[in-house]
C-alpha cells in the first residue's frame, strides 16, 4: 500500500466505487450508508461480519413512567439506543471491506468502536428493560442485597451515590454479579468499555447526560431518584436467577 495519512484514511475508504466513511462518532449520531450495496450486506458473510443487530422495542409505555416524560425516553431510545445499534451494524461490516494491506491502526480504531458500540447497545437494552415497574424491591433480590450490603438502604445508598459521582459526565452504574468469585458489587462505569471481566449486570443505569437532560438539565440527582422510582424489579430478579444459575 502506498504510503498515506491517518487523516485520509479515516476519512473514506473506497472500493468498488463505494465510499466507506470510517468516523468516531456519539451514539446519537447517524453514519452514512455506503452509496452501493457490496458483499458484507449479503447474508452469506460470516455471522460476525454481518452488521444484522435489531432495535428492540421498548418493553412499557413510555406515558407511565414516574418523572420520566415520553419524551425523553423515545428519544433516548430511538437516537441514542437506535444509533448505536445501526453504528455497530455498519461497523460490522466495513471490518469485512477493509483491505488486507490496511495499516493496523485503522483496523484497531474500528475494533475499538466496535467494542464501544457493542457495549452500549447491550447496557441499553438493559437499562431499558429494567425499567418500567414501581420501584418496590421484592422478591430474592432484596436478601441478594442484605446480604452483600448489609440491608436494602445500605445498597440503594451506594448505588445512588455512585450514580451521583458520573453527574455531569458520561458513564453507567452497575449492580453487578460477578460470575468469577460470586460477589455482588455496585460498580462505576466511566464508558462503554469499563466494564467489570465477569461482570453479570442485575440493575443498570445510564448516566450519560442524553438519559436525563431534556427532563432534569444538570440536576442528576433528581434523575436518579426518578430512574429508582420506575425499577422492574421483576426484571433484576429474573437476572440475579440467572446468574446464580451460572
Known amino acids: 500500500m502506498d504510503k498515506i495519512s491517518r487523516r485520509e484514511i479515516m476519512g473514506s475508504f473506497v472500493k468498488g466505487g463505494t465510499a466507506l466513511a470510517l468516523v468516531t462518532l456519539p451514539d446519537n449520531m447517524s453514519i452514512a450508508q455506503p452509496a452501493e450495496i457490496g458483499f458484507w450486506q449479503s447474508a452469506s458473510a460470516p455471522p460476525a461480519f454481518r452488521g444484522q443487530h435489531k432495535i428492540k422495542p421498548l418493553p412499557f409505555d413510555p406515558t407511565k413512567l414516574k418523572g420520566l416524560s415520553e419524551k425523553l425516553i423515545t428519544s433516548h431510545h430511538e437516537n441514542n439506543y ?37 457495549n452500549s447497545m447491550v447496557l441499553h437494552e438493559l437499562y431499558f428493560a429494567n425499567l418500567g415497574g414501581d420501584g418496590k424491591a421484592s422478591g430474592k433480590i432484596v436478601d441478594l442485597l442484605k446480604q452483600w450490603f448489609g440491608s436494602y438502604e445500605r445498597w440503594e445508598e451506594e448505588f445512588k451515590k455512585t450514580a451521583a459521582a458520573l453527574g455531569g459526565g458520561s458513564g453507567w452504574v452497575m449492580l453487578n454479579y460477578n460470575l468469577h468469585n460470586g460477589e455482588v458489587h455496585n460498580y462505576w462505569s466511566w464508558d462503554h468499555t469499563n466494564n467489570l471481566a465477569f461482570g453479570y449486570p442485575l440493575l443498570v443505569i445510564d448516566m450519560y447526560e442524553h438519559s436525563y ?33 451460572r
Not at 436518579?224 to 437476572?239: H, K, P
Open 82 to 118: 437506535g444509533g448505536a445499534v445501526k453504528a455497530l451494524n455498519i461497523i460490522e461490516q466495513r471490518l469485512a471491506e477493509l483491505p488486507k494491506d490496511a495499516p493496523p491502526y485503522i483496523y484497531g480504531d474500528l475494533k475499538r468502536e466496535e467494542m464501544l458500540r457493542t
Open 213 to 245: 437532560h431534556m427532563d432534569y438539565g444538570a440536576r442528576a440527582q433528581a434523575y436518579i431518584d426518578a430512574f429508582m422510582q420506575n425499577i422492574n424489579w421483576d426484571e433484576v430478579n429474573r437476572r440475579s436467577e440467572a446468574a446464580a444459575k
